[in-house]
């Protein structure tokens, strides 16, 4: 059996190439949840971009907190936003524990998750206890990510074991210097086939700056997922971007008024926030515009 870690917000900034160097051969992020309004985890695209650019096989997982079937469609219809794009060789996994167990129905709020994923080209598998798949999740029939903090492996059948946190009676509770969750995928690891760009990277620097990349730590993992050169990329928006600001042809400025927002601003110029943003890399917070500032909009 393949070890591998699954990671949250609560590892801080994990050092993967440590991790890495320590034998771990997968990692399973935590993408977001639903247990204080829906939200993305705060270190999802970081850790994502992070095993990519190291070529770790990474997974996705959403804690889930639906206690009826329409909130777990939302949560699922959130989880695809979170995930698009992305290249998940390890699947995608939605959690379910904590208060959820108590819902009426849960094997229909969890089939429900299921199959909005599936109508989104995803297979989702399930993380639970064993004692959760052994009673009230006995009818479910998606891959099983069990978690047992036992030396013995689960009794019934799974495809991830997770066999320690804080308590590992395996090996070690810490990996990289954190205590983090530990897995054994039954089986191997399939290797992430490598992309080809089908674009030069001027053709996508232009994408860049017209929004359709995202910003940060988003636009790198993005980019990086679709095998292109990161830094390569960037150097060309960068270069694109300083000669906008010696040519007054290619540079347009907005003056801020009162009562403007940014996606009005966006909109009488037809372009997009995102591309604005990049635009106006000063801009930390889009809700956060001032009167008299100005805003290069192209």
Do not use: H
């Not at 037809?270 to 290069?296: E, F, H, S």
């Amino acid at each position: 059996m393949e070890w591998g870690i699954d990671v949250s917000r609560w590892q801080g900034n994990f050092n993967f190439a440590r991790a890495k160097q320590e034998g771990i051969t997968f990692a399973i992020l935590k993408a977001g949840g639903g247990d204080a309004g829906l939200y993305k985890d705060g270190k999802f695209e970081r850790n994502y971009a992070a095993c990519i650019e190291l070529g770790i096989p990474v997974g996705a997982y959403f804690f889930g907190q639906a206690m009826d079937l329409p909130t777990a469609q939302k949560e699922a219809d959130y989880f695809c936003s979170l995930i698009s794009g992305k290249k998940l060789d390890m699947g995608v996994w939605y959690d379910v524990e904590a208060k959820m167990l108590n819902a009426g129905g849960l094997v229909n709020i969890v089939n429900g998750f299921l199959g909005r994923l599936k109508e989104r080209g995803y297979e989702c598998g399930v993380y639970a206890s064993e004692s959760v798949f052994k009673g009230k999740l006995k009818a479910i029939t998606a891959p099983r990510w069990i978690a047992r903090w036992t030396k013995t492996k689960p009794s019934i059948d799974f495809k991830i074991w997770q066999f320690g946190g804080e308590t590992n009676l395996i090996r070690s509770n810490k990996v990289a210097g954190v205590v983090c969750d530990q897995n054994y995928l039954q089986g191997s690891v399939e290797k992430p086939v490598p992309v080809t760009p089908k674009k030069t990277n001027e053709e996508i620097a232009q994408e860049v700056l017209e929004g359709k990349w995202g910003n940060g730590v988003e636009r790198k993992s993005r980019l990086t997922a679709a095998g292109y050169n990161y830094s390569e990329v960037q150097k060309i928006v960068n270069k694109l971007c300083q000669s906008g600001v010696q040519n007054p042809l290619y540079t347009v400025e907005y003056t801020v008024k009162k009562g403007d927002t940014l996606s009005g601003i966006a909109k009488r110029n037809a372009t997009t926030i995102a591309a604005i943003l990049a635009l106006n890399p000063k801009i930390k917070d889009p809700n956060k515009i001032y009167v008299g500032q100005k805003i290069r909009v192209k």
